[in-house]
């Protein structure tokens, strides 16, 4: 079984108009890695524009711009993504798939998401926006495991649908909040899929610089059989289960909770400030399953890792994680950009 091993340097800049967070790292999977993320602070109206790119020298590439703007009846966001990626592994569908019996692939997937987001009194927010998705599946390593999916996983393929969300967030006490979120996606074209998802998240802040949070994640997909394998119903580090590879475990639904206690350990430049630097640790523990009905659910099918990190905030403009986690199939070591949960 092969493990991810990783090296990560990283430093911020900011330069009059920008912050920058550029990363060097290394993975077994993706080679090394060369990229960062770009923030540009935008006015009238007010929002930001930023970059997040990457280069593996294994073949992994990634390139997503996006812009934000807030007026005074909302905020719009608009994002244009591409990744491509070299040697994807793929378990066979299930939850209880052998680590090491796998076969790869490789694809590309493009996506345009324009949303925008209305407040709803004082604790409400509506989100609503389209989304339009492109996937191309090629050099598929001849193997039965493929047999779990059909042909049309693998086709090139143009969709495009609706999504929407409804969020709920009040404050609770010991300085901290809480977060109803549910909303679903709908795409048509080639292909055509669904899937609705459901979170809650509660945050407590009882000493300083410190947070505790907790929370649970549901996702559910309709007609899974024409989703594309990049949109497939899989939990694994694609959905921050930092332990297990992306799409380790699939099925038509999948639930993940999450415990985390983040401690911020010193600010580098003028807290408060455009330039600020916070470094911060992570410790943290994660159960999820995958299933094809709800009544399949059970504890005797967790899966579950635990693990600690460091987190890096610029500016409370940008965000990036370097997590290691352990589990039953060994450890592996993740470099996001944002929050976990």
């Not at 409804?166 to 899937?195: C, E, H, K, R, W």
């Not at 994680?321 to 993740?334: K, T, V």
Request: include cysteine; charged fraction near 15%; glycine fraction near 10%.
């Amino acid at each position: 079984m092969k493990k991810t091993t990783a090296i990560l340097a990283l430093f911020a800049a900011s330069a009059c108009a920008f912050s920058a967070l550029p990363t060097l790292g290394y993975s077994s999977s993706s080679g090394f890695i060369f990229g960062g993320l770009l923030v540009f602070p935008l006015s009238s109206p007010t929002g930001q524009f930023t970059i997040n790119t990457y280069y593996g020298t294994a073949g992994v590439i990634k390139f997503q711009p996006e812009m934000i703007r807030v007026y005074d009846a909302g905020i719009l966001s608009t994002s244009l993504g591409y990744r491509k990626v070299l040697g994807k592994e793929w378990y066979s569908w299930g939850n209880d798939t052998d680590p090491d019996s796998f076969a790869t692939m490789d694809f590309e997937k493009a996506d345009l998401l324009v949303n925008f987001t209305v407040p709803a009194g004082s604790h409400f927010s509506l989100t609503a926006g389209l989304d339009v998705r492109h996937t191309s599946v090629f050099n598929r390593e001849q193997s039965v495991l493929w047999s779990s999916l059909s042909k049309e996983n693998f086709a090139s393929t143009w969709s495009a649908g609706l999504n929407g969300r409804i969020d709920y967030t009040a404050d609770i006490p010991v300085n901290g909040d809480i977060l109803l979120s549910t909303g679903g996606f709908f795409q048509t074209g080639d292909v055509s899929y669904s899937g609705l998802s459901g979170k809650v998240r509660g945050t407590v802040r009882p000493w300083s610089g410190g947070e505790i949070a907790i929370g649970t994640r549901v996702h559910r997909q309709f007609n899974a059989a024409e989703a594309p394998v990049p949109y497939v119903a899989g939990l694994g580090q694609n959905e921050n289960f930092r332990g297990y590879k992306d799409y380790r475990f699939t099925g038509t639904l999948w639930n993940l909770s999450q415990f985390e206690v983040r401690q911020d350990l010193f600010t580098v430049g003028k807290a408060g400030s455009n330039q600020a630097l916070t470094i911060g640790v992570t410790a943290f523990a994660e159960a999820g399953e995958a299933a094809e009905e709800f009544t399949e659910l059970s504890l005797n099918r967790l899966h579950t890792d635990y693990g600690c990190g460091l987190n890096i905030k610029l500016d409370n403009s940008a965000q990036m994680r370097i997590d290691a986690a352990w589990s039953e199939e060994g450890m592996l070591i993740q470099s996001a950009f944002g929050k976990s949960f």
